[in-house]
């Protein structure tokens, strides 16, 4: 059984800083492609940025670029995501997604999600 839980959302103020945390279990990401992924309200589910198992950053939305950033922690299964100078268009649900195969921006290549965690930022 693969199981991902996201955690570290909340309310933050624009420009604020958040930082979430994917753990694993059941898998490990050293043999999988770690995905984040946002779905704000009314809109589609896009991908936010995605590392692979050597943790390489294969892409990051346009929008976040510079702001966000992908690490992974092997020993402790879990991938981060920092997010910093945070802007109220990116508030969203935020959730993780484990593939085996590719590191893909499309929701539908990734088999397994977490449950995912509410971001709000305020402005």
């Known amino acids: 059984e693969v199981q991902l839980v996201e955690s570290g959302g909340g309310l933050v103020q624009a420009g604020g800083s958040l930082r979430l945390s994917c753990a694993a279990s059941?898998?490990?990401?050293?043999?999988?492609?770690i995905g984040w992924f946002r779905q704000a309200p009314g809109k589609e589910r896009e991908g936010v940025t995605c590392i692979t198992s050597r943790g390489d950053t294969l892409y990051y939305l346009e929008s976040v670029k510079g702001r966000f950033t992908i690490s992974s922690s092997n020993a402790k299964n879990t991938v981060y995501l920092q997010m910093n100078s945070l802007k109220p268009e990116d508030t969203a649900v935020y959730y993780c997604a484990s593939a085996g195969y590719r590191c893909s921006h499309r929701p539908v290549d990734f088999p397994t999600w977490g449950q995912g965690t509410q971001v709000i930022v305020s402005s």
């Open positions: 059941g898998v490990t990401f050293d043999d999988s492609y």
